[in-house]
């Protein structure tokens, strides 16, 4: 199959990795050169922009963009992706936005003729690097089925989850609980140890207890108790206290759209953007830790 990959980061470059070796013609653009290099020297061919990737003769066209503001330019603006592409090419954006700006998009699409899919993913970059990452689903379910060979080259677990925008749905609101969960455990853990108990021992009766979640048990964020844990690694790679940051703010948005309250998911906000502050941004999320220890 020919496919379109626009936006080769941490995430998407592995991603379109597994495309190729999976056996698929991969028409790459990336605004960073070593990274369409990267892929080039893999088999990809390179595009100069994101109009040009859509105008070749491809039958899937996946974006990992950073923000929002990068979808709606790379797809919306005067030289995107909906200028150039072709009536049949399924669109597949798999950035992290917000629901309403994956509507508003993939309705514009739909009004030209183009399907389009939202499908943001979990799994971090160890999962884009190993094809073994979740994909959150949102579109036309027939259309979901079509794109299943292709996500299945990237992801382990499939998952659709409702109309468009749902699968952005999915994903920020697993992210909120998640920086929530984390920002427990870290607080849960740095009590007992500053109360007299051994770390490695107090995660042991919370992870065998009514305590234990995967922030505890997968994702430790005191050093040593879970040695391939970023705490373990000063912090270093995993997913970033920044990009918490973001998807926290998605849900905040998000909620203030509905009208519902996110009471946690906000004072969670509140902690990583305090914490970005001091400069911890580049740190893992798990770090947040940090902010509660006194040593």
Known sequence: MNIGFIGLGNMGAPMALNL???GHKVHVYDLLEAAVQTLEAAGAQRQASPAQVAGQEIDILITMLPAAVHVKKVYLGEEGVLAA???HVLLIDSSTIDPQTAREVAAQAAAQGNAMLDAPVSGGTGGAQAGTLTFMVGGDEAVFEKARPVLQA????????GGAGNGQVAKVANNMLLGI???GAAEAMNLGVSLGMDPTIL???INTSSGRCWSTEVYNPYPGVVETAPASKGYAGGFGADLMLKDLGL???AAKAAKVPVVLGAAAQQLYQTFST???GHLDFSAIIKFFSTK
């Open 20 to 22: 190729l070796k999976a």
């Open 85 to 87: 592409v072709g009536k």
């Open 154 to 161: 990237m992801g382990k677990n499939i998952v659709y989850c």
């Open 181 to 183: 969960s984390m920002i």
């Open 203 to 205: 995660a042991g009766i």
């Open 251 to 253: 849900a905040t948005e």
């Open 278 to 280: 001091q400069g911890n």
